[in-house]
């Protein structure tokens, strides 16, 4: 390996041989380390540059098979990592000018006076290259950091913004953006009370506290249909205070834990019902027997009615203990394949003369439904409960124009048979929407209802291993939504 191989290289093409020797003693004087590599056209030049690593090249402007402009130009298309100055052959300032605009990093006069400052000028063309490198190289990182954050910001499907203490929006993420309708960069700006009750922002007092206690504030909050849970967070930018606002949709998950809840207290409350169930099952079984037994030896008719109407009240309490045995799933329902459609007709029937008495009116709009394997007389019962409580609540709040909707639908992605009954009176009470299902709750006046309707329905449903859910927009009645699998394959 030869000397000019260890040594940083510095070339110089230049088709004139003025100064050289010049140069090369400036260079040995002030500045070692480097070797000087001469050539006298543009070709010679790009090919000792496309062989080897040059440290840093000197262009003459004038060549005598290409000018030195149009050769900076095919220098800076090769994308060398080495800094290009342009040798002048007067020193015109336009000259330095244009050369820089083309790509040099330099521009230095050709003349006896200028050769002793080459070493000096390669060093500050060299510094300044590697320094304008770095910072392009650090810009990209920040670049690539300020894209990276802002696609982790709008990945969040959270409601994520910014406001200023004018309630002036100052970020905002795509997901707050695209519920909006806007580009985010549309909203940078607006003030929150112009967005429609979109975003919920407390008011000054609970954001003076959050700016200075510096904690963040938590709360919940139900905007139309959905339950938000809201965090602030303080942010200061110069000194000037913001806040961050996170709302996150937990209707979902506040459905969850009220169904996980409610099947907690059903599970209690099924534990108590087997018991109190075995207790009474025991004498009921032997009344009935007794009774049989007198009936067969008794032959006085007015005695015989009496023993009939013991045995059919005992054999009544019989049934009624083992549809509790069945809610508290001690019991497992009788399935067969049945349509859901037919299932509804027959409550429909079954209510058809209370429900011309009470001017009520029956849409169906039915899918075409494979059979489901279903206990028939239990789903009857729990879409019978749904219908009685529509039923009472349009009569008792004297509705007009009563109606009531039955929806079937087959979902065929989740095999699923989806049920809607959906009414036009006056709908659920939110403060109360979560305590429906739950075991002898009723708004009814005492002796006027159990509370044990709607939480038969959901326990028979459940155990269906199915779906009930409820869904009571303020004036627009209620839908009951169930949901039953279809039998595995």
Same mark, same amino acid.
């Given at each position: ?269 099924? #534990?108590?019902? +087997?018991? &109190?169930?075995? *207790?009474?099952?025991?004498? @009921?079984?032997? !009344?009935?027997?007794?009774? /049989?037994? #007198?009936?067969? +030896?008794? &032959?006085?008719? *007015?005695?015989?009615?009496? @023993?009939?109407? !013991?045995?059919?009240?005992? /054999? ?21 394949? /049945? ?21 009520? /009116? ?128």
């Amino acid at each position: 390996m030869s000397v000019t191989d260890t040594v940083a290289k510095i070339l110089f093409i230049d088709g004139s041989s003025f100064g050289h020797d010049l140069i090369k003693t400036s260079f040995s004087r002030y500045l070692t380390g480097y070797h000087l590599e001469f050539v006298s056209t543009a070709e010679q030049g790009l090919e000792v540059i496309k062989r080897d690593h040059v440290k840093a090249v000197f262009v003459s402007q004038e060549l005598p098979d290409m000018d030195g402009f149009e050769l900076l130009r095919e220098v800076k298309e090769l994308k060398i990592q080495s800094p290009v100055i342009m040798m002048a052959t007067d020193g015109a300032k336009r000259v330095a000018i244009k050369a820089l605009k083309k790509g040099a990093e330099d521009c230095v006069t050709k003349s006896l006076k200028t050769f002793d400052a080459f070493p000096l000028i390669l060093e500050r063309a060299i510094f300044r290259y590697e320094l304008n490198r770095e910072m392009a190289k650090r810009d990209k990182l920040i670049i690539q950091s300020q894209k990276r954050w802002r696609a982790i910001f709008d990945a969040i499907v959270d409601f994520i913004f910014v406001i200023d203490d004018d309630y002036r929006l100052i970020k905002v993420n795509n997901t707050l953006a695209k519920v909006l309708g806007m580009h985010p960069k549309e909203l940078i700006g607006k003030r929150c009370n112009e967005l429609n009750n979109t975003i919920d922002v407390p008011d000054e007092r609970c954001l003076k506290d959050v700016i200075k206690d510096g904690a963040p504030y938590i709360y919940e909050k139900n905007i139309g249909d959905d339950t938000y849970q809201i965090s602030i967070f303080p942010l200061y930018d110069d000194d000037k205070p913001m806040t961050i606002h996170v709302m996150k949709n937990i209707t979902e998950m506040r459905r969850l834990k009220e169904q996980l809840y409610h099947s907690e207290k059903l599970a209690s409350l099924g #534990l108590l019902v +087997s018991g &109190v169930a075995h *207790e009474i099952n025991n004498p @009921l079984t032997g !009344i009935i027997a007794y009774t /049989e037994l #007198l009936g067969m +030896s008794v &032959v006085d008719e *007015e005695t015989s009615k009496k @023993l009939g109407k !013991i045995l059919y009240s005992a /054999e009544r309490c019989k049934k009624i203990v083992e549809n509790l045995l069945t809610f508290s799933r001690q019991k497992n329902p009788s399935k067969s394949l /049945e349509s859901i459609n037919d299932i509804i007709d027959r409550v429909v029937d079954f209510r058809a003369y209370w429900l011309g008495v009470n001017n009520i /009116e029956i849409e169906k709009d039915y899918d075409e439904l494979s059979t489901v394997l279903v206990d028939s007389q239990q789903i009857q019962q729990a879409i019978l409960n749904i219908l009685l409580n529509a039923e009472q609540a349009m009569v008792d709040s004297n509705v007009d124009n009563r109606r009531i909707k039955f929806t079937t639908r087959y979902d065929r992605d989740n095999r699923k048979i989806i049920i809607k009954i959906s009414d036009n009176g006056p709908g659920i009470p939110q403060n109360i929407i979560s305590s429906i299902f739950d075991p002898f709750f009723t708004t009814k006046p005492a002796g006027s209802g159990t509370g044990l309707g709607l939480s038969i329905s959901h326990g028979i449903i459940v155990e269906h291993e199915g779906n009930i859910m409820v869904k009571s927009p303020k004036g627009k009645g209620a839908t009951f939504f169930i949901e039953l699998p279809l039998a595995k394959k």
